[in-house]
């Protein structure tokens, strides 16, 4: 078993920044891929950003690349996702998930939900214009 949690969210006015942290504990190993997805109201759960514990490896959704940047603190176990420049569109809840089955070298595959195994109980973004 995997435990994540989710921190950092939050209101913002358009155009700021938030800092959005997941830790990890449990069964955590250095082989998995720890990854942020999105769900807004009425839409579906979207890849956002992911990223490989031990290689440091990471991948982005196109729509969010330049303006999101996920990076992680070995000493706590913990990734993080910075997003600068928001937008009104960015307003969701953010899960983190993680996935022993993706491997490290697919990186396409970090944004498939469906291998992502454990997920955090989520964080509110909400952007306001």
């Known amino acids: 078993q995997v435990q994540l949690v989710e921190s950092g969210g939050g209101l913002v006015q358009t155009g700021g920044s938030l800092r959005l942290s997941c830790a990890a504990s449990?069964?955590?190993?250095?082989?998995?891929?720890i990854g942020w997805f999105r769900q807004a109201p009425g839409k579906e759960r979207e890849f956002v950003a992911a990223m490989q514990w031990s290689a440091g490896f990471t991948y982005y959704s196109d729509s969010v690349k330049g303006r999101f940047t996920i990076s992680r603190d070995v000493a706590k176990n913990t990734v993080n996702l910075q997003i600068d420049s928001l937008k009104p569109e960015d307003t969701a809840v953010y899960y983190c998930?993680?996935?022993?089955?993706?491997?490290?070298?697919?990186?396409?595959?970090?944004?498939?939900?469906?291998?992502?195994?454990?997920w955090g109980q989520g964080t509110q973004v909400t952007v306001s214009s």
């Open positions: 449990g069964r955590f190993f250095g082989s998995y891929v």
């Open positions: 998930g993680t996935s022993a089955r993706v491997l490290a070298y697919s990186l396409p595959n970090y944004s498939r939900r469906d291998l992502y195994d454990y």
